[in-house]
């Protein structure tokens, strides 16, 4: 079955970059995502990636995919106060299919 | 953005009691929605499928009786939970999905807090 594991904090000061990890286990994973969820709110999708890419990147994030070894990755750069909150990564095996959460990251960011 | 409304943000009810949690679309049509619950420091586990006008598929472990599911319309899915018990104590979450839209067009709910004493 589907297992997506990741640590559970990360603490960063203000203005580094942030790299959260997680590893998965299906190799037939197509979509690979990251969400955050801020204290008492819904998840927001922040980004997603094909498996057939390597890496991906949006403004402040990048998204790098090792499906050798299964091994996905969010590089947070400059990171802000606002970027505390605990962030998810998840896979699908296609865009219609369900979504399997990791434990989720918890990212405090120190001013 | 699209916006998904659930109701309440936390509920405390008393052990044998039910609760019904709602889950809206506000501004899109959903034709599927989906419950998670979670747990601290651990992850969403899907509970459910929710389709519109169309029985619910329940993942393997959840009590389709205990977890009572109805997506009546394209706006709307409730989740009852029947016969609470304090294990039963969790942190709901609902997604739907945009119609015709794929993951990218999943929309996440603030949650629910239920606590049963």
């Known amino acids: 079955g589907e297992d997506v594991e990741q640590s559970l904090f990360l603490s960063v000061r203000e203005g580094d970059?942030?790299?959260i990890?997680?590893?998965?286990?299906?190799?037939?994973?197509?979509?690979?995502?990251?969400?955050?969820?801020?204290?008492g709110a819904g998840l927001q999708l922040l980004t997603y990636?094909?498996?057939n890419m390597d890496m991906k990147q949006d403004q402040r994030l990048t998204v790098l995919l090792n499906k050798k070894d299964k091994h996905l990755s969010l590089r947070i750069a400059d990171t802000q106060t606002g970027d505390s909150a605990i962030y998810?990564?998840?896979?699908?095996?296609?865009?219609?299919?369900k979504v399997t959460f990791g434990t989720g990251t918890k990212l405090q960011v120190i001013p | 953005?699209?916006?998904?409304?659930?109701?309440?943000?936390?509920?405390?009810?008393?052990?044998g009691?039910?609760?019904k949690i709602e889950c809206r679309s506000l501004d899109f049509q959903a034709t599927t929605m989906f419950w998670y619950r979670q747990f601290p420091k651990q992850s969403l586990m899907l509970m459910a499928t929710s389709n519109e006008g169309s029985k619910a598929t329940y993942e393997q472990g959840v009590e389709k009786d205990k977890?009572?599911?109805?997506?009546?319309s394209l706006t709307l899915s409730t989740l009852t939970v029947t016969s609470a018990h304090p294990e039963d104590s969790s942190f709901y979450?609902?997604?739907a999905r945009d119609q015709g839209g794929i993951n990218e067009k999943l929309f996440f709910g603030s949650g629910t807090q239920l606590s049963v004493l």
């Open chain 2, 17 to 19: 009691t039910s609760v």
């Open chain 1, 49 to 51: 990636i094909f498996s």
């Open chain 1, 88 to 97: 998810f990564c998840a896979e699908s095996k296609g865009g219609y299919q």
């Open chain 2, 1 to 15: 953005g699209a916006v998904v409304s659930q109701h309440p943000s936390w509920v405390i009810c008393k052990s």
């Open chain 2, 93 to 95: 979450i609902c997604s």
């Open chain 2, 67 to 72: 977890f009572l599911i109805n997506h009546a």
């Open chain 1, 17 to 19: 970059s942030s790299v």
């Open chain 1, 21 to 39: 990890n997680c590893t998965y286990t299906d190799s037939s994973s197509t979509y690979l995502y990251w969400y955050k969820q801020e204290p």
